[in-house]
């Protein structure tokens, strides 16, 4: 069927919107219609060919809508489902059975390289195939192919410009706290960064009670946020340049718990000085390539320190999204605080008002 797309055409060049065919669902797959889609950083990172992702491709990951056909194999969804579509995993794998998908074998196959384990793209613009399958949907698009593994029930309390981003940064950003990190009540934890993904943490180290919540962050109207969201203390960078002397200030003996969301090497060279002996550090955040692990050998190993890599937040969407749908119905993660929409048409602009602070978090309304 022919889709309106926004597709990108070379590196780190702006999105267009195109009409491109869309393959009809093959047995294993589900077309959703899609009525809202986050805009990543990671879309971004793959836009500016951080990423094996050829292009012209179709980006997108954070998709939300109803399931308008299925194919002959799939038996979790029907057609008329309301729908999160998140990342995909095979389902088969020892990490995938021992409730670990986001680390599943197939993870790089599945969801970064463009196209279907066999080779084939599922968009096509005339004779040109189109880089499709990201994170198993490629949801900046009216329609998308999605599959049983990377789709969630949505009850129908919830609108579906609230749904769409728990499909990647809200999992990663809540879930990193609450179940990487597995942050304990009363502990310290200092986050780096107060995008959608770190105020996710925000509202994730309150869920579980942290008693000091630190945000580094250097727009004004975030920090303000991040305080609104349960942070204890924010810091501007451009106030506090040694970062481990600062938050040492508050937390004397230094913070549990670390979660960077910016990547940045000199700001992990920081955090690594700010941790407590035995304190652990995730990082979501993408540095640049050959960036070695931050921190001092020696003083990781006399402290008994932990850095760790996070992806999705550790999270088992099919378990976890539904808790952050409770939690959001209690008012504990207040999403409606961080998201702001815009038309499709609009996706540019969009991109260019989150980059400058201008909102938190994008999404796209269909």
Known sequence: ??????????????????????DEPRADEVRVRIAAVGVCHTDLVAREGGMPFAMPAVLGHEG???????GAAVTKVKVGDRVAITFRSCGQCARCQSGDPAYCYMMPA?????????????LHEGQVDVSSNFFGQSSFATYALAYETNLIRLPDDIPFELAAPLGCGVQTGA???????????????????GGAVGLSAVMGAKIQGCSTIIVLEPHAERRALASALGA????DPAQASDLAAAVRAIVATGVDYAFD?????????????????????????????????????????????????????????????PVLI?????????????????????????????????????VLTL
């Open 175 to 193: 879930g990193g706290v609450m179940l990487a990190l597995g942050a304990k009540a009363g502990s310290g934890i200092l986050i780096t960064g």
């Open 261 to 321: 969301t910016t990547g940045r090497p000199e700001v992990l060279s920081g955090v690594m000085g700010a941790l407590a002996p035995k304190g652990v550090l995730g990082i979501v955040g993408i540095p640049p390539a050959g960036t070695p692990l931050p921190g001092d050998l020696g003083t990781v190993l006399t402290f008994g320190q932990t850095v760790r890599g996070i992806i999705e937040g550790d999270s088992d969407p099919d378990e976890f999204l």
């Open 232 to 235: 204890t203390h924010v810091l």
């Open 110 to 122: 599945l969801n970064y390289i463009g196209m279907r384990p066999d080779g084939s793209k599922a």
């Open 64 to 70: 939300a809508g109803v399931v308008d056909a299925v």
């Open 326 to 362: 409770e939690h959001w119905r209690a008012g504990r993660l207040p999403l409606e605080k961080l998201v702001k929409t815009y038309p499709f048409a609009e996706i540019n602009q969009a991109i260019a008002a989150q980059h400058h602070g201008d909102c938190v978090k994008v």
């Open 1 to 22: 069927m022919q889709v309106t797309a926004a597709v990108t055409r070379a590196p780190g060049a702006a999105f267009e919107l195109a009409s491109v065919e869309l």
